[in-house]
């Protein structure tokens, strides 16, 4: 025998094998050297208790044993393998080879319906005639009620002062923001696309286009396209910043997005 050598006799059933190893080394790699099936599912970090196997000799207790072992275990030579170290020649009875696994390949996918509490509506309203002389908050009710059936609105007294003027900067087309059954804000689209600092040019060519927002309302429907610094708002050409751009459509963060990534928003 060869100096600081040591043969290590694993009998695992009716089979065994007697290996090579040197003084000092580690019980558990010893085993996975010589490629023998065996369950550490800590990997041999002494956390787990699953590496047991029952050695003829005396052997020092390591510190994983004590942790895991029972009195009666220790006395009758059973150790975990990841902590026992090798001294001398060793016969090693091994029991816990992996067990059959059972692999999840499939599944059941759970249904969820969105529904947020929040959501926003563009609505265009019908002007005032002579023949329908509703008020303002009047006229926004209805229209919930009759396209969304939405009923017993309620709404914030400081969003009730910014109708008047909302709905008459925006030609009567305005975002109605609701919480349930309670509008919690309302919100210009033209008007706030008209603040935006721009150079009417000619006509460009935009089949490329990489941003379109389209409003659908009752009786008018706007289209806004973005391709680089040109935006086209319901045919009529402008030149804007790149900043400007940039700022636009962070504003409208909350697209539905289509085929190829390209942001379109319903709205």
């Known amino acids: 025998m060869k100096e600081n050598k040591v043969n290590v006799k694993l009998i695992l059933n009716d089979s065994e094998k007697i290996c090579e190893a040197n003084i ?19 990997n041999g970090n002494g956390s787990c208790g699953k590496c047991k196997c029952k050695i003829k000799e005396n052997t020092e207790i390591g510190a994983s044993s004590k942790k895991h072992l029972n009195k009666s275990e220790l006395i009758s030579g059973i150790r975990l393998a990841c902590d026992t170290e090798i001294k001398s020649d060793l ?32 609505i265009v309203l019908e002007k005032p005639t002579l023949d329908d002389q509703r008020d303002d908050l009047m006229r926004i009710k209805d229209f919930l009620k009759e396209y969304l059936k939405i009923e017993n609105i309620d709404i914030d007294l400081n969003v009730l002062r910014k109708i008047p003027k909302a709905l008459r900067e925006d030609n009567y087309d305005i975002t ?3 919480f349930d059954n309670k509008i919690i804000d309302i919100e210009l689209i033209i008007g706030f696309i008209n603040e ?19 409003t659908s309302g009752v009786g008018v429907n706007h289209t806004i396209i973005i391709q680089d610094d040109i935006m086209n708002i319901d045919d009529k050409w402008y030149k804007i910043s790149s900043e400007d751009n940039k700022n636009f459509k962070e504003i409208y963060n909350n697209l539905n997005y289509q085929e190829d990534d390209i942001p379109y928003c319903n709205y």
């Open 176 to 178: 109605v923001t609701m």
């Open 91 to 122: 016969t090693v009875e091994l029991s816990n080879k992996i067990k059959d696994m059972t692999v999840l390949i499939s599944g059941v996918e759970k249904e969820f319906k969105i529904n947020p509490s929040v959501q926003k509506h563009y």
């Open 24 to 42: 000092g080394d580690n019980l558990l790699d010893i085993i996975r050297k010589n490629n023998i099936d065996f369950d550490t599912p800590c």
């Open 196 to 214: 935006i600092p721009k150079q009417e040019v000619e006509k460009q060519d935009i089949n490329d286009w990489n941003f379109l927002i389209q």
